[in-house]
């Protein structure tokens, strides 16, 4: 006879085994191979919900422009809240001759209050001191450690090349995503959420991409109001998760004049239906805190989503927006990225915003920079560099015509 001790140990064993064989399976069943990308139709970015054809930019403004945003809140990031009592920017920090001289340090501390509840934000920003009339600025989504956006810059990353990017004449801001919503799956509601705790409560309801997001436009607030800055020319930049969060944010709030995604992969900037790297049903299994529950409808089951990911791209129009890969990081899927953004280009037409995409992607190290849609894909690892740095402020330029 069996012991009860002795089963519920052999049960326990039993599922371990299987859990284990299952996440073996899942993570060899990772696609790396172009030919088993599976026969795919993305859904129609001009055709709307009442099946009509979209052919000017008015139509796409009033009807599917807001379709969209809704299928993206109901099935993918979760509902964006709008909604506060107050907002307060204090100035904690204010230094005019930071970085030897060239460039004011602010530090400003952003709170916002709904109900009795409020949340902190905290943005690091360098303004050139050169500048003649109020600075254009890249706004980073700093999902990496804190250290990359040192206000003292003892530390210097080139995930956030500060310096680099004062000589060329812009200001640049960082906020860390821990501050509107820590990313793990049990803390992530401890930010913004703490403000919306409805969302919590609902399946289509914000989470922690979606929070950092909110935060974006809270900064987009603050800098309405900084006279150092240009609010017209306010560029969201995002990497990796942080890239995610930056195309949903630039895709909800229209004040970001400029988009850049560096390496945003699965949700971010690559079509979910070649399910090539990384997948849903991955993503929803690794970071449960992510994205709303609705989109784990979608686990295993691409083609019943109602959007894809060229359909957040489009949602940037007419706005330029830039796109990147690398080389060696195939989990975030370099052409579906790419096939991502050439998709886009109906919805830019419609503003007849040219794009000098090529079918086929460029090769690598080849930046598409003299576009509306730019892109490169880097040589190299999944990370945020210099060359990538280096290509965002000449795309900013051309598109600014400095
Ligand atoms: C990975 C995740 C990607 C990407 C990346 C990152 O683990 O699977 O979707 O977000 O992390 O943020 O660096």
Excluded at 103 to 121: G, H, P, Q, Y
Excluded at 275 to 286: D, L, P, W
Excluded at 310 to 322: E, G, K, N, V
Aim: some cysteine.
């Amino acid at each position: 006879m069996i012991g009860d001790n002795n089963k519920a140990r052999m049960k326990r064993s039993l599922m371990i085994c299987c859990s284990l064989f299952i996440l073996s399976v899942s993570v060899r069943s990772q696609n790396y191979d172009e030919l088993k990308v599976p026969v795919y139709t993305l859904p129609e970015v001009l055709k709307t919900s009442g099946d009509k054809t979209v052919a000017d930019k008015a139509d796409w403004e009033k009807i599917r422009r807001p379709q969209l945003l809704t299928l993206f809140a109901d099935n993918v990031y979760g509902q964006m809240p709008k909604e506060f009592d107050n907002i307060k920017f204090t100035v904690k920090k204010d230094d005019a001759r930071a970085m030897g001289g060239k460039a004011r340090l602010k530090e400003v501390e952003i709170t916002v209050w709904k109900a009795d509840k409020s949340v902190k934000i905290n943005l690091v920003l360098f303004l050139p001191n050169e500048a003649k009339k109020p600075a254009p600025v890249f706004l980073l989504i700093n999902n990496r450690d804190k250290n990359n956006t040192d206000p003292g810059r003892t530390e210097k990353n080139e995930f956030w090349p500060a310096e680099m990017l004062v000589d060329s004449g812009y200001a640049i801001a960082a906020f860390h995503v821990s501050d509107a919503a820590p990313d793990d799956k049990i803390n992530y509601i401890t930010g913004a959420l703490l403000l919306y705790p409805e969302q919590l409560t609902r399946d289509n309801g914000m989470k922690a991409i979606g929070a950092w997001a909110w935060a974006a436009s809270r900064v987009m607030d603050y800098f309405e109001k900084d006279k150092g800055i240009d609010a017209k020319k306010v560029f969201v930049v995002g990497h990796s998760r942080g890239g995610k969060a930056a195309l949903w944010a630039g895709a909800q709030d229209q004040r970001f004049a400029m988009v850049f995604s560096n390496c945003s992969g699965n949700t971010g900037a690559a079509l979910a239906r070649r399910k090539y790297g990384e997948t849903i049903s991955r993503i929803n299994t690794s970071f449960p805190h992510w994205f709303c529950n609705n989109y784990k409808k979608y686990n295993d089951n691409e083609s019943a989503l109602p959007v894809d990911q060229h359909m957040l791209l489009s949602l940037i129009a007419p706005r330029p927006l830039y796109v990147t890969n690398a080389s060696k990081d195939l989990w975030a899927d370099p052409t579906g990225t790419y096939l991502s953004l050439k998709n886009a280009e109906p919805v830019y037409a419609l503003y007849k915003k040219p794009s000098v995409l090529t079918a086929e992607p460029p090769a690598i190290n080849s930046p598409v920079i003299y576009s509306t849609l730019g892109y490169h894909n880097r040589e190299g690892e999944h990370n945020l560099t210099v060359y990538d740095w280096g290509n965002f402020v000449r795309f900013a330029n051309y598109h600014l015509k400095r």
